[in-house]
């Protein structure tokens, strides 16, 4: 069974009735530049295979009724502030107010682990925005979906609490399939890159540590404060700042000498994809590994040992992604060396008596879309 028809069976179990459409949107990986977003920098996730879907049917009656598998169902005014999961529904509602808009019933089905660092919270955001878009009339081109990546931003900055920087809403809705996605996060421009990992003989494997963590915890939101005061000593964005030494604060000179070389990283990160040479990213990531763990101190136990021990099985080189402090990694792997590595931090985390991993092969997915 699809997950559209997963999504389908559950609108008619909760409300009864069909929907008015499916709409689906990707997790994500991001391949490098991990915390530089909300500083304006640069960053290179791609869609991945996993979706989630939202089932939705519009109302008359200015209420909004969601249901999601797994969690509570919340049933409230269009216009009440809601906590919790149906936070991030409610704050799309609120951020797009869409034209003629009066309720909703909204099923979700989600394939995208839940704080894996995989961005399962900008998927269920695009999902449910793209389909209030469509039904209210809203333009759901290339342009349009950089407005909703923005607005759904909003929604999870100001509506659900969560300080994220963007990244995760503009490729959620912009992905491509084989590409990944360059995108410039002072001025919102976008660049396609071709990553055709299969014809390399190569696969990005996900490695979700099974440590969630929550973005809305705080140590999130301390790190893009760090990076603020540092970009505010310094008088200018940390792109274009080449020297950190001026800022005599250790931490935050390890903060923001992470962001400045990440985003010098995914400078090269770019032109490697560009001339097709894929396995050149392996040292990259592991540099961009060493800065996060290092410099920005946003990894963990767990996703350290997963890194290394991908390393030492034989990737081209492993990272952290996602907001950190749990969550997953990503290894760039010959792809017939994925069974070893895999078997390789099985065994290494149970001896280190953490969770079993779970493991995603990341091909490079489309965006959103209506199924
Ligand atoms: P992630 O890295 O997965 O995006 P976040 O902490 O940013 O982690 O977002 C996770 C939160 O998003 C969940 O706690 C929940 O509130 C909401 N969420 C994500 N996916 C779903 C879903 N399928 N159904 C309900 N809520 C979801
Ligand atoms: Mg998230």
Known sequence: MTISGDAWRAFTTAFGGDPDGI?????????????????????????????????VRRRIDGRLRLHSTGFDPVEVETDARVGGWGAYVAGVV????????RGADIAIVSEVPVGAGL???????????LALA????????????????????????????????????????RGRAGHALLLDCADGHVEHIPVDTAAAGLTVLV??????????????????????????????????????SALHDP?????????????????????????????????????????????????????DSAVDTATAAGAHGARMVGGGFGGSAIALCESNDV??????????AEAQGFPPPVFLHATPSPGACRC
């Not at 949107?25 to 290179?44: F, K, M, Q, S, T």
């Not at 990546?149 to 959620?172: L, V």
């Not at 396995?279 to 060493?290: F, I």
């Open 119 to 129: 961005s399962s919270s900008a998927a269920l955001e695009a999902s449910v925005a």
């Open 23 to 55: 709409w689906c949107a990707p997790g994500r990986v991001n391949l490098i530049g991990e915390h530089v977003d909300y500083a304006g920098g640069l960053c290179l996730p791609m869609a991945i295979p996993q979706v989630t879907a939202a089932a």
């Open 251 to 303: 931490t935050l000179e390890r903060r923001a000498r992470h962001v400045v070389t990440e985003i010098a990283r995914v400078r090269t990160a770019a032109d490697a994809l560009r001339a097709g040479r894929v396995r050149d990213l392996g040292p990259l990531l592991d540099a961009s590994h060493r800065s996060l763990r290092d410099d920005f101190e946003v990894s963990c136990a767990e996703l």
């Open 134 to 173: 469509d039904l209210c009339g809203l333009p759901v081109d290339d342009e349009g979906r950089d407005a909703l990546a923005r607005t759904c931003a909003r929604a999870e900055n100001d509506y659900a609490g969560a300080p994220t920087g963007g990244m995760d809403q503009q490729i959620a809705l």
């Open 339 to 348: 069974p070893g590595i895999e078997a390789a931090v099985t065994a290494t």
């Open 207 to 244: 490695i979700d540590t099974g440590t969630g963590h929550r973005l809305v915890d705080g140590r999130y939101g301390s790190r893009r404060t760090e990076v603020e005061e540092a970009t505010r000593l310094l008088g200018r964005p940390l792109r274009e700042v080449e020297s950190v």
């Open 94 to 101: 609120w951020a797009l107010d869409p034209p003629g808009f």
